[in-house]
T-cell receptor, first 114, second 113 residues
């Protein structure tokens, strides 16, 4: 299985500010995914990040609000821009291990916007 | 479009009793089905998956899942529940050729001593 590290693990942010979440994987992976889990809710895919191309965003998510970088096959960042309390969520990085379609998740970044 | 339904928000079971957490799905083509578990203040941990093969899939921590194509279900089971199994369980589906996972709403499992 892939080992996925996310930073920060938790943060309290002021509204109107932006925060960048980092995701580091211990092996090279083609597909990386960013999910959001709002309080008490299920997971929703924000975007898919492939190395060397623009991220693909799901309906309801836009690049200006959630810019993503994917500079190499082991690293990605998600920025949550101009935050509001509604952005308080867990943001999870996940990867396709390439081992029979199994997708693994990091521990998540728990953001609270005040 | 693919979708997953977990009809129970919460399942309560006594320790030592068998447990079942239900999941039904809708997808075009052959489904790839997954179970994940989320313990309090933690991320998602992979439990098991069904891609093809036997309908009864052995997973982690003594769990197994039963795939039923005619009923489009993938129920999670365990013969004897532990208090430490108490957590939030998510079923997810991935359609053939797609790599995006679509999650159910989750079922909270509460195992009482």
């Amino acid at each position: 299985s892939a080992v996925i590290s996310q930073k920060p693990s938790r943060d309290i942010c002021q509204r109107g500010t932006s925060l960048t979440i980092q995701c580091q994987v211990d092996s090279q992976v083609t597909m990386m995914f960013w999910y959001r889990q709002q309080p008490g809710q299920s997971l929703t895919l924000i975007a898919t990040a492939n190395q060397g191309s623009e991220a693909t965003y799901e309906s309801g998510f836009v690049i200006d609000k959630f810019p993503i970088s994917r500079p190499n096959l082991t690293f990605s960042t998600l920025t949550v821009s101009n935050m509001s309390p509604e952005d308080s969520s867990i943001y999870l990085c996940s990867v396709d291990s390439g081992q029979g379609n199994t997708i693994y998740f990091g521990e998540g970044s728990w953001l609270t916007v005040v | 479009a693919q979708s997953v339904a977990q009809p129970e928000d919460q399942v309560n079971v006594a320790e030592g009793n068998p447990l079942t957490v239900k999941c039904t799905y809708s997808v075009s083509g052959n489904p790839y089905l997954f179970w994940y578990v989320q313990y309090p203040n933690r991320g998602l941990q992979f439990l098991q998956k069904y891609i093809t093969g036997d309908n009864l899939v052995k997973g982690s921590y003594g769990f197994e899942a039963e795939f039923n194509k005619s009923q489009t279900s993938f129920h999670l089971k365990k013969p004897s529940a532990l208090v430490s199994d108490s957590a939030l369980y998510f079923c997810a589906v991935q359609g053939t050729g797609f790599q995006k996972l679509v999650f159910g709403t989750g079922t909270r499992l509460l195992v009482s001593p």
